[in-house]
Nanobody, 118 residues
């Protein structure tokens, strides 16, 4: 089993920045990918960014976040970070950390609220 704990959400003005963090515990050696999804009010959950944790640093981003968001990992701390820059009101939502591990297993964090508003 893998357990995820997120931190770093909050309220920020348009154009501002936030940094989200997600720390994994439990069967961390079985994790091969981590990242973030988000869910805006009335919309489906969507991928924001993901990163490979199994030896490469391959990353993937949603088109709407490329160039503004950066995902990184701290393997020693079993943590991934998501730097959110140039935030827009449409980035508002609950951000969920995920981890894929083992064969077909996944874990999700409890979610952290990001609100972009003036």
């Amino acid at each position: 089993q893998v357990h995820l704990v997120e931190s770093g959400g909050g309220l920020v003005q348009p154009g501002g920045s936030l940094r989200l963090s997600c720390t994994a515990s439990g069967s961390v050696l079985r994790i091969y990918a981590m990242g973030w999804h988000r869910q805006a009010p009335g919309k489906q959950r969507e991928l924001v960014a993901g990163i490979s944790t199994s030896g490469t640093d391959r990353t993937t981003y949603a088109d709407s976040t490329k160039g503004r968001f950066t995902i990184s990992k701290d393997s020693a701390k079993n943590t991934v970070h998501l730097q959110l820059n140039s935030l827009k009101p449409e980035d508002t939502g609950v951000y969920y950390c995920y981890a894929f591990y083992g064969v077909g297993d996944s874990a999700w964090g409890q979610g952290t609220q990001v609100t972009v508003s003036s």
